[in-house]
């Protein structure tokens, strides 16, 4: 026997094996429709994964200034953004020398909360249950008690 005939003969019994397991699943669908279908799957194989591709979550900014009873900018203050079912903190950040901040947060519902530094006298604010759907501009006016 040469390598000609022994490749046919194992093309052959590969033919065979498959048409068997196949023959198994589904007895009256032919060789060359299973090819058909197997082929069709993997070129559109990649569309499909164009339909699967996770959507981006959207985020949106907070940002504003906090200020005293004079309009001057307040340094070191504590904004932070509180889910108002738990009561947890889901971000938070400290104003820069202007008294300006800026947090992004997912759309939702939220408290924000404005911490003056410590020994400036002031008192803390509070915007209760703030709905963000879209960039958001909260200036908060602290005074003194």
Same mark, same amino acid.
């Given at each position: 026997m040469t390598w000609h005939n022994n490749y046919v003969i194992f093309l052959s019994r590969i033919k065979k094996a498959k048409n068997l &397991?196949?023959?198994?699943?589904?007895?009256?669908?032919?060789?060359?429709f299973y090819r058909k279908i197997l082929l069709t799957l993997l070129l559109l194989f990649p569309f499909?994964?164009?339909?699967? #591709?996770?959507?981006?979550?959207?985020?949106?900014a907070i940002?504003?200034? %906090?200020?005293?009873?004079? &309009?001057?900018?307040?340094?070191?203050?504590? #904004? &932070? #953004?509180k889910?108002?079912?738990?009561?947890?903190? #889901?971000? &938070?950040?400290?104003?820069?020398?202007f008294g300006n901040y800026s947090v992004t947060v997912s759309s939702g519902t939220y408290?924000?909360? %404005?911490?003056?530094?410590?020994?400036?006298?002031?008192?803390?604010?509070?915007a209760s249950s703030y709905l963000i759907s879209t960039d958001t501009i909260i200036n908060f006016f602290l005074v003194s008690p």
């Open positions: &397991s196949m023959r198994f699943l589904f007895p009256r669908i032919s060789y060359r499909f994964l164009l339909l699967v #591709v996770p959507a981006k979550a959207v985020t949106y940002s504003g200034k %906090v200020t005293d009873n004079i &309009s001057v900018g307040i340094e070191s203050a504590t #904004v &932070s #953004v889910d108002p079912a738990t009561n947890t903190t #889901v971000t &938070s950040t400290t104003t820069d020398f408290n924000i909360e %404005v911490i003056p530094p410590t020994g400036s006298n002031l008192t803390p604010a509070i």
